[in-house]
């Protein structure tokens, strides 16, 4: 089994930053890719950033530019700078991670609980 955690969401005005970070655990061989996703109530899930084991980026295009992902690969972390916030950016935040698990040699595609983002003057 392999367990996904995040962490550092909360209340910020307009204009403010915001760092979340994400914990992969359990049993795990490898990890693929790790992403954030956001959801707003009444909206689909939206994927925000995603980062590779060999580092390929993407982000989605209203963030590109303000959100920073990275990620620590011997800690199975991935954090996610939030500068410039906008209410718009008010929503659910959740981490992914796939990979492969070390005692079953299967695929994983883990998520955490997520952690609320509120972006309001």
């Known amino acids: 089994q392999v367990q996904v955690v995040e962490s550092g969401g909360g209340s910020v005005r307009p204009g403010g930053s915001l760092r979340l970070s994400c914990v992969a655990s359990?049993?795990?061989?490898?990890?693929?890719?790790m992403a954030w996703y956001r959801q707003a109530p009444g909206k689909p899930r939206d994927l925000v950033a995603s980062?590779?084991?060999?580092?390929?980026?993407n982000y989605l295009d209203s963030v590109r530019g303000r959100f920073t992902i990275s990620r620590d690969n011997a800690e199975n972390t991935v954090y996610l700078q939030m500068n410039s916030l906008k209410p718009e950016d008010t929503a659910v935040y959740y981490c992914?991670?796939?990979?492969?698990?070390?005692?079953?040699?299967?695929?994983?595609?883990?998520w955490g609980q997520g952690t609320q983002v509120t972006v309001a003057s």
């Open positions: 359990g049993h795990i061989d490898r990890i693929n890719s």
């Open positions: 980062i590779s084991s060999g580092g390929t980026i």
């Open positions: 992914n991670a796939e990979g492969m698990r070390s005692d079953y040699l299967q695929n994983f595609n883990s």
